[in-house]
Structure formats: C-alpha cells, structure tokens
C-alpha cells in the first residue's frame, strides 16, 4: 500500500508543479522528455526531474554563468533527502 500511495503522492506533486503560473518564469515539460519539468526565466533555469522509485532531482542553472548552482535529489520515503551544492 504505501508504494502505491508514493507514487500518487509523486504523481500529485508532478501536476502541482507543472500548474504552476507566474509572471515571473515559464513552467513547461521537456518536449523530448516528459519526466522532466522546466521552469525558466531571463536568467536561470530550474530543471525537475522524476525518475525510477519516487526520486527527484532539482537543478538550478545560472544561465548567465551556465554553471549549475544547486543539485537536490529526494524521494518520497521517510523524508530522506540528499543534497549537494555547486
């Protein structure tokens, strides 16, 4: 039972953000890869993608620099998370 609600709740939060609307940056699907999620303005990207068993990864690039900044994975277990900074 609880795989089969991480996956919902992995699923839910994948919509939550791809609805997402602001002004400020634009949120589409990869075109090449729906399992990946950009949110995009002028000067950064964030970069959200969903692989195998609930993990999700979180880059932030800086477009101006094209230097990542931030790289975050997690899954949807036991709020373990990992991260690591650039």
């Known amino acids: 039972m609880d795989e089969f609600l991480k996956d919902i709740h992995t699923e839910i939060f994948y919509y939550w953000i791809l609805n997402q609307k602001n002004r400020l940056y634009r949120c589409f699907q990869d075109p ?48 373990s998370s990992r991260k690591t900074s650039f």
């Open 32 to 79: 090449d890869n729906h399992q990946i999620i950009i949110l995009e303005n002028e000067d950064s990207q964030g970069i959200i993608t969903f692989n195998k068993y609930n993990i999700i990864e979180l880059t932030v690039v800086n477009k101006i620099k094209h230097k990542n900044r931030i790289l975050s994975s997690f899954s949807n277990e036991k709020s």
